[in-house]
């Protein structure tokens, strides 16, 4: 938009008429040089000013639908009710336009293809968005060439797009001025930006539950296909490729040091085998994304030059990748093995399940004998440790559908409502189910030594069923609690006979009050 397209110009602080609009409202004046004359004459410049600040707002509004429509690539109509005819968008960008201290708006496109406008970034739903900013305070239609106004797009994946604009853009332009200052300085400039560079690069990462390796930025001073022999001489270049494999190395320390999910809440379904078949799978495929990135042409031409200057970072990072080695197999054949028991145990605990409690006896035989046979058959399975993890974790799950059947508030509604039966029957149901799967699982440890003496199950029944041992033991109490209960609750309805009735029952009635 030009200085022509806008009526009204900037002078000082206030709007002022073009010469044009004051020399036709002086000649439409009255020439009798009598009072009502000059407020005719005053009334014509304030009509005059009115329309042309209107035709300025107005322009500026054509302006913003030109540019929302050009770099979004939709069509008019769209644009048009969303600058012009829906009343709420309309007063955004009107407040944009007249308002000084609104020096931001955003303009994008929802899920629903639908067109939005605001001050704020969208948290999500957000395919593309532009904005406009102003890099002063000032009214829009009053600035006749927008010299004061940004504009530009930000993609859905703005880390991304921020990692590939340093890298790109920012980077070359950096080292292409960087001979106008001391070597000091420039050597200070570099680093930093290149920890801004890795740090941003790491962020995209997270962001995407993934491990990414920052790779040392191009020199745009370098041809491509410059021989590894030829960069031993710059040592800055050496030294930017060292601090590349020491960020690696700590990014690839943080990932083997993890370990699997340990604690367990009693009952949380989160902490049962869901989180085990979860951390094998994010395992698998963050290491396996490591690994694929440490075969790179990048990667291995970064340690080629290392072992070419013969730094002392080659020998240790080459046994580190023999480790990240060893880590995705484990993982990865973990995860192989657990896939079918996952899927087995999510037909029965999962969130669309619909096997009642009483019917989940069917489940233990089918996913102990999958355990047997994961634990004689693969390769980083085969110990103690993993076999009592994932053995912990069912005895968890065990419990989190028993305690969607019955718990402690369902019980005390029951007794309340003269319903003690009914929580007899639960309880003892409860523990039916949970004596079933310790049953179950003592036949299989015997098959297990049988059929693989040389690799028995070596595991102490208490570390595997501490946590449901404390559960049914609970449920034992509640359960006499409750049949006694019910018991004093019968009294009420006894009637007592014999010569000494009256006393009787007056007992009667003070061991129920009492006990009830």
Known sequence: MCSSDLVVSRTGSGLTLPDEAL???????????????????GDGIDEAGGKAQENAVESSLQWFRGRVQSMLRLRSDRVDYLVTRNPDTKRIFLDFIQEPARRRLLVWPGEDDELHAGYDMPSDGRKKAIYFIKQRSFK???????SGLMM???????????????????????????????????????????????????TVGQTQGKTLLPLPPRDPNQKEGTEARMVKTDKERVHVLES?????????????????????????????????????????????????????????KVLQILEVTKSTYEKPFQKLVKEVALAKHEACDIHLYFCPLAKLLEDYNGPRTTTRFQEIGRMFRPA????????????????????????EKLCNDVIHLALQ???????????????????????????????????????????????????????????IFMRLDSFLERCHDILDLTQTILQFTKLAKIEVGGTNRSEERRVGKECRSRWS
């Open 244 to 300: 590349c494999v020491a960020t690696w190395t700590q990014q690839i320390k943080n990932v083997l040091r993890q370990e699997p999910p340990t604690f367990i809440y009693p009952g949380d379904i989160k902490t049962g085998t869901v989180s085990e078949f979860s951390y094998w799978a994010n395992r698998a495929k963050d290491l396996t994304s490591i690994h694929d990135q440490l075969r790179s042409n990048k990667v291995l």
């Open 140 to 146: 829009v239609e009053e600035d006749g060439n927008l």
């Open 23 to 41: 020399q036709h409202s002086l000649e439409s004046a009255p020439d009798d040089g009598n009072e009502s004359g000059l407020l005719e004459s």
């Open 368 to 391: 102990l004998y999958m355990i047997s046979l994961i634990y004689a058959n693969s390769e980083c399975c085969s110990n103690t440790a993993r076999l009592q993890a994932i053995l």
């Open 405 to 463: 059947y019955v718990s402690g508030a369902q019980i005390f509604s029951l007794i309340e409502n003269e319903e003690a039966g009914t929580a007899v029957e639960q309880l003892k149901t409860t523990l039916r189910v949970c004596g079933a799967f310790k049953s179950t699982y003592f036949d299989y440890r015997q098959t297990a030594e049988a059929e693989c003496p040389s690799n028995p199950w070596r595991i102490q029944n208490n570390a």
């Open 152 to 202: 530009g797009d930000l993609p859905s994946d703005v880390l991304e797009h921020l990692s590939a604009v340093s890298h790109e853009v920012l980077y070359p332009v950096l080292m292409a001025g960087r001979g106008k200052e001391p070597d000091s300085i420039n050597k200070e400039i570099s680093d930093v930006f290149h920890k801004f560079l890795s740090q941003v690069y790491l």
